[in-house]
């Protein structure tokens, strides 16, 4: 069962959110909220899985509230305007929900959810960081030291594990690769790299230095950097 929240400013927008969740089973909406700034207290006192959330609202934005989050919960976006598609990607959003949507789609973002969640539950997000991990790459899964990995990019529908001599490719999402190595070693810096925090050699306003190798930093990951900067998981 999928523990959900919703926050949108608008009361008939929740109680549509509402209607749609009552349909799906392995769905619980507890709660609704026009105004996200009476949410991180209910956070700190509720296990939430999943987050329904409106992009436009007059308190702060839906992009701003889920970045003062350390550790957010799945987030599903609903907003009538697609122009912030791509932005809310780079927060790892599951799903991107233009209003009006159809039950349909609604149990769609729902089920990828239910699935993110599943991945989170029965992987090994929370291994210490000299352990191994089994990832599939075409018809075999190939054993890969936590240690040995560099970095990881996405690379179309797929991503790049790139390790000390040589590289893996992996038909995974970013955001699965995130759930499957552990924070407290792997740190993402772009909506297309994750980097070994251990690896890194150098850091400026636009780049991260694994190495030789300059990434990229993405705009929505400053705060991450921070984090990386001072240490912090």
Request: proline content about 5%; charged content about 20%; aromatic content about 10%.
């Amino acid at each position: 069962m999928l523990k959900a929240i919703a926050i949108d400013d608008e009361p008939v927008a929740l109680e549509v959110i509402s209607n749609l969740a009552a349909e799906v089973p392995f769905l619980e909406l507890t709660a609704c909220f026009t105004n996200p700034l009476a949410v991180p207290g209910y956070l700190q006192k509720n296990k939430i899985d999943l987050l329904f959330l409106d992009i436009k609202m007059p308190h702060l934005s839906g992009l701003d509230f889920i970045r003062t989050i350390s550790h957010p919960p799945l987030v599903i976006f609903t907003t009538a305007y697609s122009e912030h598609a791509v932005q809310s990607f780079e927060v790892n959003a599951i799903d991107y929900l233009l209003k009006p949507f159809s039950l349909e789609r609604f149990l769609k973002a729902c089920n990828k959810a239910f699935e993110q969640a599943e991945f989170r539950k029965n992987n090994q997000a929370g291994l210490p960081a000299d352990t191994a991990l089994f990832i599939k790459s075409g018809y075999e899964y190939l054993r890969v030291a936590l240690n040995d990995i560099l970095y990881v990019e996405s690379v179309g529908n797929y991503v790049k594990f790139e390790l000390t001599g040589q590289n893996v490719i992996s038909r995974l999402t970013m955001n699965e690769v995130e759930t499957l190595l552990p924070p407290n070693a792997f740190i993402r810096i772009h909506r297309s790299y994750v980097v070994a925090r251990k690896c890194v050699t150098k850091i400026d306003k636009k780049s991260i230095w694994i190495g030789q190798t300059e990434l990229p930093i993405g705009s929505g990951y400053h705060q991450q950097i921070d984090r990386l900067i001072n240490n912090q998981t």
